[in-house]
């Protein structure tokens, strides 16, 4: 799945999103199906985590987006997150870290107000990302019901005994 993610966002594999783009359509399925009231699809918002803009210049364009045309090609998709503030690669940053990185980075459209929103991501690591683009969406009156995304790092959890 790596070498996959990373073909497609930093390597210009545009056609690499024929195969993940099943994966976000099962994802999306699955959350809408495994929450009772949730609405169906078609009535909820898809709101894609920007890239940062250098990320976008750097590939050429804004990689979850692209995706998700693939993934739902009918579906509702409105970019309506951005960044207020430029932030540090995430990349190798820790749980904290990438909080502190994130913490107000982002802001969203006032269009979203009233509206039940999903959040879409490539990749979930500490989940900052998400937990961000969720308050801004929320600060603008919009309503996140869950996120999706193709992919999910697995955490390493150390409890006392461990160490």
Known sequence: ??????AYKERGRADVAAVLAPLLRTALAALVAGRPGTPAPGSLLLVPV????????RRGYDHVPLLLQRAVPRAPVVSALRHARR????????????ERNLAG??????????????????????GATLLEAARALRAAGAHPVGAIAVARVPRIVTTPRMR
């Open 87 to 98: 932030v540090r690669d995430q990349s190798a940053l820790g749980v904290a870290e990438r």
């Open 1 to 6: 799945m790596r070498r996959l993610l990373d």
């Open 50 to 57: 920007p890239s940062s803009r250098a990320a976008r210049a």
């Open 105 to 126: 980075a982002l802001v969203a459209h006032p269009s979203v107000a009233g509206r039940r929103v999903v959040l879409v991501d490539d990749v979930v690591t500490t």
